[in-house]
């Protein structure tokens, strides 16, 4: 029979289906290779083709905007949100409505056309993390912007608009509504027991090992209770830290070294997914020091999201969290 | 620039997205268009294939489960949820779980594969919703049930399984979250103004007529102010009603022919386009009466949802709902 499950943190509830259920080899999904491109705007050499960029890794003398370095971070050509400019709050009859004051930049993580988080280096996937880190550090000190939010979308099928990889980082002037949820589930679980829920989910998980994919020293990745899709995956940090940008620099190394191994079982088990990438850190000003704890979550592209879900907000997952923790566990990279 | 919008019932904020601005012919869309398939279950002749029907109209003394029938309802093979048991709850560890009671239904609209709810007869039409209302009345008796969720993936980029034409009908232990973002957003609008907000958006709406699509003498469609969607379609009752259910038999008429209508308009205007539609109506054994509001909402599969999406439930459009409502407005269908 199904079984309907609880996040501990949001509320949400979701339905893990056995008479849907669906094994690595069942998912009918866009399988995302290694392409070419002479004409794209993100390989070195193509700088000019490309807004000015913000910062660069690696450069050895060159000059911005001209070849050389090993990372860059640009502004977003197309943004979804733009900085200049002030915030204005409108009404419009019943309706309510602000103009589009953000940032969106864009971490372009390698030189190399057909390099992705799971064939690049550690330390190149550090360096990709540092950068984020940076981007954050830096925009915090605008104070129009409530929430910044760092996620990737790897594939054409998981919303990729290019096929050279990068990262993306949009700093919004209020806390959207997911986060808003969580942040307020990590609080009411403070509040009754004065624990962090993450840290609490940490210790089930680690102990009892059925939803456990893979640890190192710093982090712990684990297939959540209630995944809202097939092979959803979240890294969570050992030690209890709100915000991602606080973290000392050896967990960036074991972060980059986790999610390159948890990316490889991925691709080799689900056979080259596309995915996103999402880091889940606190909202900008808000003392979230004591319940909010910052994760990583994956989520491969294998199913379509339909009617019922639009409905509802009520996931259907064909693959219990037990069974895909399994698979990804028992992988040989 | 870029607008944010807030949703008057939910208080979702959405990106108008100016920047990334798509009229209709830019979206790569996967067209649904009319096909056979001699072993489909749902097609006449083929009754043996499905499980026992529930209900079926038009049969002129034909016996259950053979040919003869204008529509068919059958509960699904695959459910979600089912029937049989008694709704246990528990907990594991942190987290809680409940077993997977629920009823999960098709309505299978015509015995002809190749029809839709664009090309059938408005009767035919009226038949789907009026086969819906009888059984909800049903299932609403079932005290387990919480809420009943109405809606039909068209093509298989919006989820569909099977080709024929069909609507699903799931009723749920609890209610979804998405659903009660919505009713609590209805009762806090009346609690404040003693009005319900849907049927102030139809008072600005049909006034401003910006975002108005159609109307009829029961039924009026509109982009609504904040959608998540490109050409998101709501279509709201007149007449101030609660529940789906409990609508007069003329309003089914006129909802019919507004569905043929709008679904017209779009396969002209978006070519064929994937669509999910969803029948929104209040949580069963809740006084709803006063604030809340049964609708339709048509959602046709233009984007793709993306990292920054499933993070923040932020939904970034690149079309306008004033530009979506005058496309769908000026459609000769």
Same mark, same amino acid.
């Given at each position: 029979m199904s079984e309907l499950r609880k /996040?501990?943190?949001?509320g949400r509830w979701v339905i893990i289906s056995n008479e849907r259920r669906k094994r690595p080899g069942d998912f009918l999904l866009e399988s995302v290779h290694p392409t070419s491109n002479a004409s794209c705007p993100f390989c070195a050499g193509h700088e000019q083709m490309t807004p000015k960029e913000l910062m660069a890794y690696g450069r050895n003398g060159s000059g911005p905007d001209t070849p050389g370095w090993s990372l860059r971070v640009i502004p977003n050509q197309y943004p979804v949100l733009r900085v200049e400019g002030t915030l204005d709050r409108e009404a419009e009859g019943l309706f309510d409505k602000m103009n589009g004051i953000g940032a969106h930049e864009v971490v372009i @993580? *390698?030189? #190399?056309? @057909? /390099?992705t988080l799971a064939t690049l280096d550690e330390g190149a996937v550090e360096q990709v993390l540092w950068a984020c880190r940076e981007r954050l550090m830096d925009l915090k $000190? /605008?104070? $129009?912007?409530r929430y910044m939010i760092i996620f990737k979308n790897h594939g054409a099928a998981a919303g990729? *608009? %290019? /096929?050279h990889s990068c990262t993306q980082l949009i700093a919004l002037p209020i806390v959207p509504r997911e986060v808003r949820d969580e942040v307020d589930g990590a609080r009411t679980h403070f509040m009754t027991k004065e624990r962090c829920v993450f840290c609490d989910i940490l210790r089930q998980e680690t102990a009892d #090992? $059925? $939803? %456990?994919i893979a640890e190192n020293a710093d982090m712990v990745a684990i297939a959540p209770y209630a995944p809202r899709f097939p092979f959803e995956t979240w890294i969570l940090p050992r030690r209890h830290q709100a915000c991602f940008e606080d973290s000392p620099r050896h967990e960036y190394a074991s972060l980059a070294r986790m999610l390159g191994d948890i990316l490889r079982r991925m691709n080799k088990t689900l056979r080259m997914p596309p995915f996103n990438l999402l880091i889940h850190s606190a909202p900008v000003a808000e003392e979230a020091g004591e319940y909010y704890h910052w994760h990583v979550e994956i989520i491969p592209k294998l199913t379509k999201v339909a009617g019922f879900e639009w409905a509802t907000g009520f996931y259907l997952n064909p693959t219990s969290p037990e069974e895909a923790a399994e698979v990804l566990r028992d992988v040989r990279p």
């Open positions: /996040d501990p943190v949001t @993580e *390698s030189p #190399r056309h @057909e /390099d $000190r /605008d104070r $129009r912007f990729a *608009s %290019l /096929d #090992r $059925r $939803r %456990l």
